[in-house]
């Protein structure tokens, strides 16, 4: 009988008033009061200075470097504490590897724990989520401020356990995070916050700050996170990028200028390459062996880390077992790892006393390890000594530490907890050109170059263009070069590291998916395949495979009870509004709560008490004539009478309407609002989204891939809406 | 009476064969035979070998390495002539201004001019033409032979003046047409060279080819060209500008090894800058005024060429006299830069017997010139000697080398000859630099660093930030900082160089259209203002602005008459399909020639002669009645008959036609073809190009820019097909 109460009932309240009619008016055209002028004034002015861009970049690059330092101090510390209590108990070797086992462990485990307690979604990189939520797909959850809180202190335990984790990924994760909070919390002042496009935007950006100030590399994070998360690249936003991770990286090496680490602004992992020579052209077709050789060795730790995941997931003992327990896989690989690495025992011949950093820094050093390719002649300095073994030459410790890390950075990055896999892929890289570099120098001990003068050959730059080429590999990217110079603080190599990158590239893409691709795949996030080099098959996809033709949708011409039917039916956000149902011409998309509005207009109180009156005027000419009857019902009216009256709304008419409404039986009513329903939408006052265009059934995907793909990723988001001769398509906003 | 010969018959010859409808089916249907699939075969193999677009990348950086060698190689000597000439002639001081003055003004004259007879559209910096091809429209004649033979020599002219130009947006240009007459070389293999939006991205990757070939700055070459001619960017291509860019630089390095200009590959402007601790903290406000000073010195820049091209326009009388005698306005120009730089007169305050490359390379001289701010205690070596005056102090030289190259540069750009500002305006920034960084070395002659150890200033890398800040102030890119590194081989001032670049790309931006954009605006090329950063007034642009309502278009239910009715009136290459007249759903876009075809099939020769044999036999039996009449017109029914047949086609039926022909009379020719044309068309067998997407009238072009900028460059490319709800649009192919 009575209509709208089970649909738009419960947000009525701070949704719709009453008076909506009025009210849109009074946004559209009515001049608002002067106190409402000035506050608008205000605002604006708020918004102008608040609201631009560059302040909101600005604090996340402040933010962001604030946080990797702070993560990098606390990993450092971390890291201190367990060569303390491993050296402190030099006395006793089994007690020695008790403390050397248990301080990954339990670290590991509380990351693992406090991190599937607090926000699941903070496990892993995080990449591969950031690159399927630019492309306009909503995961839930995992932009909150939970998730914040647990990846940045499940990645500096994890971090700080000396695992072969990285923290490159997560710091993508973490500033695209700290992005959607920082604009959630400036929509408080209005401005840009509030267009969802330009919030995508400023997570590409944000994604750039991430590896920024992660390497206190900008150019080579921005490159990077354009090339890992990107399919299409607006130009326009460039500067966005470059600003925020300029910003962050320059804090970032401020702070460690600050904290007297650093006596001014330099690279991270500073390198002191002879300049005026260095390297022979000679030397390329090892750099070329390099690339190559790394491109399979990217190919083939994707698809290791794959199988991992895989065979654990197939295994289903294992997985049920693991599953109740869920700390326990991160515990055992742990202790199996860092058993390994225990110095004493097999670590001895793999440099396993060494941190991340530690080994990084020994392998980019310019000096020459084995002359003569002997281990007597080796030059020990500092943390170099733990690449010498007595009994065991450099090139088999070499050896030895890139198969062990190579197999323990892709198990330990199946761990879950909060942790990348580009830095310890980037130290492998280092390794595997060291190892070529060393072979080089001990092969031509006065260099290659024929020319009188000796130029001895440098293995640092071969570790550097190792590092570049298989991070370049196992991501499928080409900045990696340019993070290595930022990284080294040298560009001298920039011709032997490009054409490894490339190499890599050609062959690591040739074989696998990229590891954020792969990752993707195993965990089915909802993302098209790429339709790139080699994927022409793909080309053949019509816009007509992937729509789906059963879409809801109303037309200009309807009447309210076709409006309430669809609203009563259907959940969608936003629904398509169509020319008519034989010419199906989008005319665009309206939101739900317009529609509500609509239909509250025509059935509200307003109108009600309007009709109720004029009834009440033939009703009263009746009454002149005929004498009044059935008063006994006065109470149920009363009642039908409060379920029509809106929480919190001024009672303007109260005293007429309720005289009036006596006079007025269930039946008249639902009489009234069954008329009401039969008559034409009137959509004039309703805030209409109009369509961005229309995709034809037949459109190849191919053909206008750049349009296509946004939209198709559109479509995706939005239940792949689709009317008979044309498709229709909303905009980015979260549809669901 | 007769139909479709002044419309198709001209181009019938070689586009539509008379056999039309059996040709279609032979190629779309039937099996060819054997020997046919052995070719195919073969024909794929090669593509599969030759198409590969790595082939293609690397034959385009291949030849563009080789181009840019010679053309630097052959500018050496001219300008080594110069000096010699010059040199020669040291006891005339006035022939020595002769010499100086002359050589110039011939070589700019005869590069003029033979721009100007062999092509006009080799004019210019290319850049900006190249942005505007990029977006899908088509200039004729920028990318042919002889535009190529023209830019490279004119350019080769320009530059061994000693004008200051530069080569970089040439060899953009270069690049292109390079890759332009690759493609068309080897779509004789066929492969991807036959789709025409893949030749779009060979474009691309050659822009990037033609900076990195330039400045052997492959990473900074392919952002540069990013930035300076893309508005959306597939990532999916990045890799092809990367190769071909990488092995261009290469090579170009290769060849100067080879020629022993250098022991090994190393960067074009090298610096030898402190690597332990390259600038202090407190050098960064002087940065950052650099950058500032910049950001105003581009807009400046970009503001002062506009105005010299718009003055020479303006003045009518003036430009009614350099119209006639175009060769006087290039000879003015030099005759006025070059005895400005004349070194025994004025050129003696400004170094002006240095070259570009030669003040470039004193420019980031790692050394200080001015100690203690006075010139006596000035380092001379080599070249810097230039930089010395015995009365006038360095300041003064910088302060006036600055002042008089920025109106000089500004003024020579003008010149209708292949050149590029990049250069010129790279040298100002450097010298402004070093201006700014020779001031902070006299004040702080100890450097700034407080903690005992002194770190003097090195004015060399204030050189390097500021030639970066310059050159991204007037060409409003971020990619110059990348330039300047590979340029100079020397990463470590990447702080300051990327603040100064964003500090002068912000206040460039707000105050002036990039230098490209401003010529694209003075030659009014076809091409939309981009969506940008403060430009947010153009947001409200909607599609109904800009589409053109009258609009060409056939029915899917036409008549052949309407067909055409069509092709009489209109000169479109590609018509507009629609559903019906009152739908007005767009359906796709049918080429000119294909409608041709299907009116020549439906009035074509075999119909032809089937009706009339159907009436000879229906003639036969009728005269068989009646004797035969009207003998006297034959002799005008066959010249009738001839101007149906067709030159060059097999005469099939020409004994019978010959014969029965002359049964028919023009009339009842005539007769036919208007019953012909009253038939429905049948498009079965036509190829439609369906069509990608409809844009709604009333979307704002901000809403979705990724796919309306799109749309609207190629709306441009396709005179603006607008039906009444939805908008109609073709592909990237040539319209015109």
Known sequence: LTYGHELWGHDRKDKIPDTSASAVSDVWCCPPAFPVVCTVRCQKFLISRVGEDWIFLILLGLVMALVSWVVDFCIAICLQAQKWMYGGLDSNVFLQYLAWVTYPVVLITFSAGFTQILAPQAVGSGIPEMKTILRGVVLKEYLTFKTFVAKVIGLTCALGSGMPLGKEGPFVHIASLCAALLSKFMSLFGGIYEVSHLNIEMLAAACAVGVGCCFAAPIGGVLFSIEVTSTFFAVRNYWRGFFAATFSAFIFRVLAVWNKDEETITALFKTRFRLDFPFDLQELPAFAVIGIASGFGGALFVYLNRLIVQFIRKQKAINRFLMKKRLLYPALVTLLISTLTFPPGFGQFMAGKLTQK???????????????????????????????????????????????????????????????????????????????????????????????TIYSIVPGGYAVVGAAALSGAVTHTVSTAVIVFELTGQISHILPVMIAVILANAVAQSLQPSLYDSIIRIKKLPYLPELGWGHHEKYNIRVEDIMVRDVRYITLNCCYRDLHNVLLTGHLKTLALVESAESMILLGSIERAQLQSLLS????????????????????????????????????????????????????????????????????????????????????????????????????????????????????????????????????????
């Open 358 to 452: 530690e080994s990084l820094v020994t392998l980019l050093d310019n000096r020459t390890w084995a002359k003569q390719g002997i281990a007597e002649e080796f030059d020990y300095i500092g943390n170099s000594q733990a690449w010498k073994h007595p009994q065991v030459n450099v090139f088999v410790t070499l050896v030895l530490f890139i198969v062990m890390k190579f197999w323990m950075s892709a198990l330990a990055t199946t761990i879950p907890v909060p942790c990348g896999a580009f830095m310890p892929v980037f130290v492998i890289g280092a390794a595997f050109g060291r190892l070529v570099g060393e072979s080089m120098a001990a092969w031509f001990p006065d260099g290659i170059h024929s020319d009188g």
């Open 601 to 736: 207009q025509q059935l509200g109180r307003p109108r009600r008490m309007e009709y109720i009156k004029e009834r009440a005027v033939a009703e009263k000419k009746r009454l002149s004539v005929v004498s009044s009857l059935g008063s006994e019902d006065g109470g149920h009216r009363a009642s039908q009478e409060v379920r029509f009256q809106v929480r919190g709304q001024r009672p303007f008419f109260v005293g007429e309407s309720l005289v009036n409404s006596e006079n007025l039986c269930d039946l008249q009513i639902a009489e009234w609002e069954e008329k009401q329903l039969d008559e034409q939408v009137n959509f004039n006052n309703c805030k209409i989204d109009p369509a961005p265009f229309q995709l034809v059934e037949r459109t190849s995907l191919h053909k206008h891939e750049c349009e296509c793909l946004t939209v198709v990723f559109k479509m995706h988001t939005w239940h792949e809406i689709n009317l008979r001769p044309t498709l229709l398509l909303g905009n980015r906003q979260e549809h669901y």
